[in-house]
């Protein structure tokens, strides 16, 4: 088996000579270069799995390194070298292509695993491959772009700030680039930063040490340490408090975390991807979110497509909804008539993709037979009139005031009475309540009624 070879691209003898030593005990073969004609000479040349380039060069820039690897041989991962605290370049680097990059002086635990995760990465660009659930479906060419972008994205370990609305596939977006890439065999840990007390946020993010606070009962490792080789995903990262975002950008910066209760630094080797439905530049500019914070976490942006964008994606996205609640359900898969798709096109779906399978799932409950019509899917109940402020539907809501919590009580024990006067028969149950099966599977489970 031939050895992985590695171009190193520095003007300094003591850091060729540094990086040649190093990556020779890993059992890499080197080659090595001063400036960047002679760089380029090389890569003309022969193919390489990894090239490091200074960011300074006699005669030139790394950037320019990157740009022709970028044009002439994109499957060579590339990294930067730059000088100590110099941000503008390393993100500068990132944008224009690069893996990823290390700075001066150079931390060679840091520089063995940037170069054993680069040197997981295929020689040439697959297609995107689907992991589990998490698939991205449609065939608009907005999505037809957005697969090209995770193909591009999952095979650099650039902080990526994924923008769209909410319900419009935002996390399967993150997964995709995370399973796609080196770090696909590790950690893909998810967090909802607005789900997370304020109290609590340093702790959960950052772990504990025993006796650190009232209730630290134990030693606890933190989100940073869970996604440890793998990704973190910060969604609804604008709902970070400002105390915490100043701790998150030293962690990402140190590539460090200090336990709660504990002096002492745990370093990290995770890729930050984030996500919100708000527009984060504007929650710059009104002082609710840190423009430093910002300019780290969004490196690349982007843009996760709404649903109404992509219309012609509604048969296909409604097809799978409707084949997966059948499976799951262990039921017929209905069909949706003509009116139905007709409705599901024209209708605005602000909440999206999870709206469409939110409407779908009720829909299924409720049709009669074995097809989904129009009137089954109650478009126009479930979201407010074209013309209603948005805090007029929502101060609705709040008047209620506990109704809902009300009325799934009374559901409840009225679904446990016939079942237990039908000895737990669903189907009879079923019958005594004037629902159909289909409806009391619905209600069981959205009930937790149900076992597993």
């Not at 490196?299 to 497509?305: D, K, T």
Request: proline residues 5%.
């Amino acid at each position: 088996m031939s050895k992985n070879s590695v171009l190193i691209i520095d003007d300094e003898p003591d850091i060729r000579e540094l990086l040649e030593l190093t990556l020779a005990r890993m059992g890499l073969e080197t080659d090595s270069a001063d400036n960047v004609a002679n760089a380029i000479d090389k890569l003309n040349q022969q193919q390489y799995d990894l090239c490091l380039t200074d960011m300074k060069l006699p005669d030139g820039k790394g950037l320019d390194i990157i740009h022709h690897i970028q044009k002439h041989c994109p499957q060579t991962p590339v990294a930067m070298i730059t000088a100590f605290g110099s941000v503008e370049t390393a993100i500068s680097a990132l944008k224009a292509g690069a893996y990823d990059f290390v700075s001066k002086p150079i931390d060679l635990d840091r520089l063995r695993d940037l170069v054993d995760t680069a040197l997981k990465l295929p020689h040439t660009a697959a297609e995107i491959e689907y992991s589990g659930q998490v698939q991205l479906l449609g065939n608009a060419p907005t999505i037809d772009a957005l697969r090209r972008q995770i193909t591009k994205l999952s095979r650099s370990q650039a902080p990526v700030y994924i923008s769209g609305e909410s319900g419009s596939g935002k996390e399967v977006v993150a997964r995709l680039i995370h399973s796609n890439g080196p770090r696909g065999s590790n950690s893909f840990v998810a967090v909802n930063c607005g789900a997370i007390p304020s109290e609590l946020m340093e702790s959960e993010f950052f772990g504990h040490i025993k006796g650190s606070f009232t209730g630290a009962l134990e030693n606890k490792k933190g989100l940073f340490e869970a996604a440890q080789g793998g990704t973190l995903f910060l969604d609804e990262v604008a709902d970070l408090p400002l105390p915490m975002q100043v701790k998150l950008l030293r962690a990402i910066q140190e590539k460090a975390i200090r336990k709660v209760g504990s002096n002492e630094e745990v370093p990290i080797d995770v890729r930050i991807l984030s996500a919100t439905h708000k527009d984060l530049s504007q929650e710059v500019e009104h002082e609710r979110f840190r423009n430093d914070l910002f300019y780290r976490i969004n490196v690349i942006e982007l843009q996760v497509p709404p649903l109404r964008e992509r219309r012609e994606d509604i048969p296909l996205l409604a097809d799978f909804s409707l084949d997966k609640l059948s499976r799951e359900w262990q039921l017929e898969k209905p069909s949706l008539s003509p009116q139905a798709l007709t409705a599901l096109n024209n209708h605005s779906f602000p909440g999206n993709v999870r709206e469409l399978e939110n409407t779908l799932e009720r829909a299924f409950t409720l049709c009669e037979g074995n097809t989904i019509n129009a009137e089954d899917l109650q478009l126009s109940a479930g979201s407010p009139a074209k013309n209603e402020p948005a805090s007029a539907s929502a101060s609705a809501k709040g008047a209620l005031g506990d109704l809902d919590g009300y009325l799934e009580a009374m559901e409840k024990e009225a679904i446990m009475l016939a079942l237990e006067k039908t000895r737990w028969n669903k189907t009879a149950a079923a019958e005594l309540l004037g629902i159909s099966f289909r409806q009391m599977r619905h209600r069981l489970k959205k009930l937790h009624l149900e076992e597993d």
